[in-house]
């Protein structure tokens, strides 16, 4: 087959799929703006997926706020000052960590998610603003906000697709020349968490569009663009989530303590990333 034929194919493929991704978004519970995604339910969530969820939060609950916010915060270091940047906010859904950050500094800050309520729930919390424009829509079949963004931010986004090149695309039609994708996404490159994945996803309803990064894929995305950070979360962290299943009590003790040795070394640089089960990116347009 073709290559360009191949990713045409591809293209088709995702966006029939998030078609259905809209809808089951469009499902879901109230939850309010800023928190994290896992937080929500669907209607037509599966028993095994409330449990794997029930599970995450329980697990992800032994690292603080406070301590996550590290992240958050590194991620804001990358992008750096906003007075003079167009940003788009990829899946916004209804605020992901820096939504409020970019959208109250950015000069044009335009929010994209696939479920229109969701959008709507977003444009309430943040309010109505001339520099603020909010869509509902894939970013596979059209470039939104006329394109030209410095920064497009995507707080786990771009393990929804399971074709790198249709997506890389998207994100270079989408870019400013040397314009930057700040990116945060789950990892599948510790081989016991694909362990669990792999018996999980039988079950897992939302399955279709659900790929965390394996070390090829993730191989894939980086080669479309230069790599200015990447930096694997919860390597040491992982193991404050263990606590969580097992010892709430011990997991609040440690969970921070683990969490922060991941950032013993530094924050920037390039880090090995298969004992992680997250990772931070910060990716370039190439010229």
């Known amino acids: 087959?073709?290559?360009?034929?191949?990713?045409?194919?591809?293209?088709?493929?995702?966006?029939?799929?998030?078609?259905?991704?809209?809808?089951?978004?469009?499902?879901?519970?109230?939850?309010?703006?800023?928190?994290?995604?896992?937080?929500?339910?669907?209607?037509?969530?599966?028993?095994?997926?409330?449990?794997?969820?029930?599970a995450r939060a329980r697990a992800g609950a032994s690292v603080s706020g406070d301590a996550r916010a590290r992240v958050h915060a590194m991620q804001a270091s990358w992008i750096g000052p906003l007075d003079d940047l167009k940003v788009l906010d990829l899946g916004c859904a209804r605020g992901s960590p820096l939504t409020w950050h970019l959208a109250k500094g950015a000069s044009e800050f335009h929010a994209l998610d696939l479920s229109p309520r969701q959008v709507d729930a977003l444009?309430?919390?943040?309010?109505?603003?001339?520099?603020?424009?909010?869509?509902?829509?894939?970013?596979?079949?059209?470039?939104?906000?006329?394109?030209?963004?410095?920064?497009?931010?995507?707080?786990?986004?771009?393990?929804?697709?399971?074709?790198?090149a249709p997506l890389a695309d998207a994100l270079e039609a989408h870019l400013a020349p040397g314009g930057r994708v700040v990116a945060y996404d789950p990892l599948d490159t510790w081989l016991p968490g694909r362990a669990m994945r792999a018996a999980y996803r039988p079950f897992q309803t939302d399955a279709d569009w659900e790929f965390p990064f394996t070390a090829q894929r993730l191989a894939e995305l980086e080669r479309r663009f230069e790599v200015l950070d990447r930096v694997g979360v919860f390597g040491?962290?992982?193991?404050?989530?263990?606590?969580?299943?097992?010892?709430?009590?011990?997991?609040?003790?440690?969970?921070?303590?683990?969490?922060?040795?991941?950032?013993?070394?530094?924050?920037?640089?390039?880090?090995p990333i298969r004992g992680c089960l997250h990772v931070a990116l910060h990716l370039q347009r190439k010229s």
């Not at 786990?156 to 790198?164: A, E, G, R």
């Not at 969970?255 to 530094?266: I, P, Q, R, V």
Request: hydrophobic share 40%; charged share 20%.
């Open 1 to 54: 087959m073709h290559p360009g034929q191949r990713a045409d194919d591809e293209r088709a493929e995702m966006l029939a799929t998030n078609a259905a991704q809209a809808q089951y978004y469009d499902q879901r519970a109230s939850v309010s703006a800023g928190e994290e995604a896992y937080a929500s339910q669907s209607v037509g969530d599966g028993r095994a997926t409330r449990l794997w969820r029930a």
């Open 123 to 164: 444009k309430g919390w943040l309010g109505d603003a001339p520099r603020r424009h909010f869509h509902a829509g894939d970013v596979l079949a059209q470039v939104w906000g006329g394109g030209g963004f410095d920064v497009i931010y995507a707080h786990s986004v771009l393990h929804h697709f399971p074709h790198i």
């Open 236 to 271: 040491w962290g992982k193991w404050a989530w263990a606590l969580g299943l097992a010892s709430p009590a011990l997991a609040r003790r440690w969970g921070d303590t683990l969490f922060f040795k991941d950032f013993a070394g530094g924050e920037r640089g390039v880090q």
